[in-house]
Structures are given as structure tokens and as C-alpha cells.
T-cell receptor, first 112, second 114 residues
Framework: AQSVTQLDSQVPVFEEAPVELRCNYS??????LFWYVQYPNQGLQLLLK??????LVESINGFEAEFNKSQTSFHLRKPSVHISDTAEYFC??????????FGAGTTVTVRA | GAVVSQHPSWVICKSGTSVKIECRSL??????MFWYRQFPKQSLMLMAT?????????EQGVEKDKFLINHASLTLSTLTVTSAHPEDSSFYIC??????????FGPGTRLTVT
């Protein structure tokens, strides 16, 4: 079985400042890793994913995450956040059977 | 992009009654749908995997007779909470798996049992 730990439940940040959301996982097999974002009153949306290949993956809206196998981490970063990035962020892991195990989520609040 | 809808978005029911929640993939066919449950400030917990035309597969600890899942078509799966009790109050979220393997999530249904 897989499990995911998101180390920060809430992250307040000022607009245009950088942000990092931490995610660690445990698994006895190779995994796929995901970050989902949930805006208020909306469903989860895939932000980015790591399946194989380059350990650094990027999203179209400026987020990036790096898979670190030795540290079993998949931290999410953005160099400069906007007010519109205020949302709940979930890290998830799958062993390839399409079942997702989610972390508890990190609430990001961006302030002007 | 692929859209998944859930209906209703919010429901209140009395203890002992049953509630049906629908999950629809609006612009794609989904042979597999997933049902999750989310408690406040907690993670999404997978309840069951729903495959079109076959019985759902439930995760350990989930009562299949209480949470009835039907996946009658490639665009619709339903979750029925039978004989609901206050402890069943939660946020229920479905997802549908597209042909690429990616899961698309519905907006969720908040169930309150009084």
C-alpha cells in the first residue's frame, strides 16, 4: 500500500512571493505522483504529474515539482504566486492500478 | 477538457432514509469511475472502484451493502447511501478515468444526515 504525507496543512503567502508545498510518500513499489488543485466550490483538477523520465515536471501556470526517489519526495514549487493561486492542493500517489492515495491537503492563501 | 458532474451538489436527509448520488462524465466515456469520501480537513479516501457492467470493488472497511454502487452505462455511476446515519455525513467525490488513464473529478456532493 502507498501513503502520502503533506507536511504543511496551511501555507499563507504574499502575492509574488515564492511558495513550496512539501509532499513525501511511502511505497514498496514504483509509483506515479500527482499534484491536484481544488479551487473553492470546484472539483479537483490535475496540476502536474510524474510518470517517468525527467524528474522535474512543470505545469502550464508556472508550478513545478521534482521527484526525488532517494528522499521519497515530490515537493511543489512556484517562484511567484498570484491571488488566483489561492486553493487547496493535494499530493497523490498511484502504483499504476489507477487507484490514487491522497495526502491531507495544503491550503494556500495568497494575500496582496 | 473532460468534465465530470455530480448531482446533487448538496443534500440533507433524515436518519434511516436512503440517498442516491449521481456521477456523470459529460463529454467522454468512462469504463472506470471511482468514489471517494472526504472528511473535513482530511484527505480523500477511496471507497470503491466502479466498472461499467460489473460489480464494484470496495476498499477494505467499506460496507458494500450500505454504499451501493451501480455503473449502468459508460457515462453514469451512482452511489446510494442506504439507511443513512449521522456518521455518514461527509463530502462524496467521484472521478472518471479517461482513455489516457487520467482521472477527472466531479465537484463533490455534501451529504448531511440529521
Amino acid at each position: 500500500a502507498q501513503s502520502v504525507t503533506q507536511l504543511d496543512s496551511q501555507v499563507p503567502v504574499f502575492e509574488e512571493a515564492p511558495v513550496e508545498l512539501r509532499c513525501n510518500y511511502s511505497s514498496s513499489v514504483s509509483v506515479y505522483l500527482f499534484w491536484y488543485v481544488q479551487y473553492p466550490n470546484q472539483g479537483l483538477q490535475l496540476l502536474l504529474k510524474y510518470l517517468s523520465g525527467s524528474t522535474l515536471v512543470e505545469s502550464i501556470n508556472g508550478f513545478e515539482a521534482e521527484f526525488n526517489k532517494s528522499q521519497t519526495s515530490f515537493h511543489l514549487r512556484k517562484p511567484s504566486v498570484h491571488i488566483s493561486d489561492t486553493a487547496e492542493y493535494f499530493c497523490a500517489v498511484s502504483a499504476g492500478d489507477y487507484k490514487l492515495s491522497f495526502g491531507a491537503g495544503t491550503t494556500v492563501t495568497v494575500r496582496a | 477538457g473532460a468534465v465530470v458532474s455530480q448531482h446533487p451538489s448538496w443534500v440533507i436527509c433524515k436518519s434511516g432514509t436512503s440517498v442516491k448520488i449521481e456521477c456523470r462524465s459529460l463529454d467522454f466515456q468512462a469504463t472506470t469511475m471511482f468514489w471517494y469520501r472526504q472528511f473535513p480537513k482530511q484527505s480523500l479516501m477511496l471507497m470503491a472502484t466502479s466498472n461499467e457492467g460489473s460489480k464494484a470493488t470496495y476498499e477494505q472497511g467499506v460496507e458494500k451493502d450500505k454504499f451501493l454502487i451501480n455503473h449502468a452505462s459508460l457515462t453514469l455511476s451512482t452511489l446510494t447511501v442506504t439507511s443513512a446515519h449521522p456518521e455518514d455525513s461527509s463530502f462524496y467525490i467521484c472521478s472518471a478515468r479517461g482513455t489516457s488513464g487520467e482521472q477527472y473529478f466531479g465537484p463533490g456532493t455534501r451529504l448531511t444526515v440529521t
